[in-house]
């Protein structure tokens, strides 16, 4: 039997060495596209106007870098610890909904109670992550 669980960690190791190898692919090709943007809008950068298309394209590419960096601090700190943090996936989704906000109010187009719900789930996630901080987990006891 114990064979079988050294198999499987084996095998589950492996597999996460792959995905971090994914990951970070999937965040250089992020950043490569955003500095393609920026290379793309340079030369006409006196030009280009906060609400044209393009600067809010780059606006959002950005932050969904900073989305995946996130993302993938917390799968890293899952390598790292065997165990998923609740403060960790409560920072990712904060920053997915702060996100989600800016680009909403950067466009300009958008309802006012959609950014009130929105607004209103980032206090709900404040708040969850303000209490992470008084209820942490306790380590395993021994016998």
Known sequence: MEKIFKTYDTIVHVIIAGLLL?????????????????????????RIALD???FRELVTSVLDVFVI??????????????RVRLSALIDVVAVFIL???LIKIYAANFPANTLLVLALLLIVMVIARTLTNY?????????
């Open 99 to 101: 996100r989600d906000m």
């Open 135 to 143: 209820f942490q987990p306790r380590p395993p006891t021994t016998m």
């Open 69 to 82: 960096i996130e993302l993938f601090g917390t799968i890293i700190g899952y390598v790292r610890y065997h």
């Open 22 to 46: 994914v990951m970070l692919a999937t965040l250089i090709f992020a950043f490569v596209d955003v500095a393609a943007n920026v290379v793309h809008l340079a030369p006409g950068l006196a």
């Open 52 to 54: 044209d298309v393009e």
